[in-house]
């Protein structure tokens, strides 16, 4: 009975990768999903709601084209053929030339932070969905005083990503941070709770692998700059940690999402 498969998650949990890997193994089983993301029923910019200091908050459920998402929801699972949505933040609009339908044990996969809200889904009955919540759960330790931020393993996967192809400097990454973490507090966290399954998308290694990348980015920052204690306090936990070859690393692993070279990339 399940139609709909909600993944979601706080920032650089790993949803895409998670969403590719149990693409291929429905597909092992028989079974062809359909993927939609949520990010692709964004409003255009000047229809996004602020925040309380005049900033677009794209991380508000009300960024996004709740009415519309629901209505081509509703038409595939009528068995519809259904022009959905792609949306480009470069032209700040969105096309409809891809057009898809899902056949009777078709599920559709959504992946995006709202993927769990019952707003955003509030057309589809709750015992056709099954929700999955992903984030990094297992807590490392230096030593019996002093565990491993949880937030700041996201924090230093999103900055190597943004670092690599987004041509963000870590500070920007930084500057960002906060309202990133407002909005976690706002629309995700809450949402955990309805979840059917937790997935832990915590790799013991992988900081291993991330030191190479992050450390010249947290280096770039200059000593006056208002997050240099924060790079200095990564530095020095990164300092932990043995360097690790990328070639150890499965190109389908959830840590290829940032720092490349995953097979599932385009």
Same mark, same amino acid.
């Given at each position: 009975?399940?139609?709909?498969?909600?993944?979601?998650?706080?920032?650089?949990?790993?949803?895409?990768?998670?969403?590719?890997?149990?693409?291929?193994?429905?597909?092992?089983?028989?079974? %062809?999903?359909?993927? =939609? /993301? #949520?990010? $692709?029923?964004?409003?255009? &910019?000047?229809? !996004?709601?602020?925040?309380?200091?005049?900033?677009?908050?794209?991380?508000?459920?009300?960024?996004?084209?709740?009415?519309?998402?629901?209505?081509?929801?509703?038409?595939?699972?009528?068995?519809?053929?259904?022009?959905?949505?792609?949306?480009?933040?470069?032209?700040?609009?969105?096309?409809?030339?891809?057009?898809?339908?899902?056949?009777?044990?078709?599920?559709?996969?959504?992946?995006?932070?709202?993927?769990?809200?019952?707003?955003?889904?509030?057309?589809?009955?709750?015992?056709?969905?099954?929700?999955?919540?992903?984030?990094?759960?297992?807590?490392?330790?230096?030593? %019996?005083?002093?565990? =491993? /931020? #949880?937030? $700041?393993?996201?924090?230093? &996967?999103?900055? !190597?990503?943004?670092?690599?192809?987004?041509?963000?400097?870590?500070?920007?990454?930084?500057?960002?941070?906060?309202?990133?973490?407002?909005?976690?507090?706002?629309?995700?966290?809450?949402?955990?709770?309805?979840?059917?399954?937790?997935?832990?998308?915590?790799?013991?290694?992988?900081?291993?692998?991330?030191?190479?990348?992050?450390?010249?980015?947290?280096?770039?920052?200059?000593?006056?700059?208002?997050?240099?204690?924060?790079?200095?306090?990564?530095?020095?936990?990164?300092?932990?940690?043995?360097?690790?070859?990328?070639?150890?690393?499965?190109?389908?692993?959830?840590?290829?999402?940032?720092?490349?070279?995953?097979?599932?990339?385009?």
């Amino acid at each position: 009975d399940i139609k709909l498969i909600c993944i979601a998650g706080p920032s650089s949990s790993g949803k895409t990768t998670f969403a590719d890997r149990l693409t291929v193994e429905l597909i092992s089983r028989g079974i %062809n999903p359909v993927r =939609i /993301s #949520l990010d $692709d029923y964004y409003k255009k &910019r000047e229809d !996004v709601p602020k925040d309380e200091n005049g900033d677009y908050d794209f991380e508000s459920i009300e960024a996004l084209d709740v009415n519309l998402f629901n209505e081509n929801i509703l038409d595939l699972l009528d068995g519809k053929e259904v022009a959905v949505p792609t949306f480009s933040f470069k032209k700040n609009d969105r096309d409809f030339n891809r057009k898809i339908k899902i056949g009777p044990r078709d599920p559709i996969i959504i992946e995006g932070i709202h993927a769990l809200s019952e707003e955003m889904t509030r057309a589809i009955p709750k015992y056709l969905k099954f929700k999955i919540y992903i984030s990094p759960q297992a807590q490392i330790n230096i030593d %019996n005083e002093n565990p =491993i /931020s #949880l937030t $700041d393993i996201r924090l230093i &996967r999103r900055m !190597v990503r943004d670092y690599k192809y987004r041509g963000a400097s870590a500070e920007e990454t930084f500057k960002m941070w906060p309202s990133v973490r407002r909005g976690e507090f706002q629309w995700i966290y809450d949402t955990q709770e309805g979840a059917d399954f937790v997935y832990n998308s915590m790799l013991s290694y992988e900081l291993c692998v991330m030191k190479k990348y992050a450390m010249p980015a947290l280096k770039e920052i200059d000593t006056d700059s208002e997050y240099f204690p924060v790079a200095e306090r990564l530095i020095r936990m990164l300092k932990y940690f043995d360097d690790m070859p990328d070639e150890w690393v499965p190109c389908n692993s959830l840590i290829r999402e940032f720092i490349g070279g995953s097979c599932y990339a385009e």
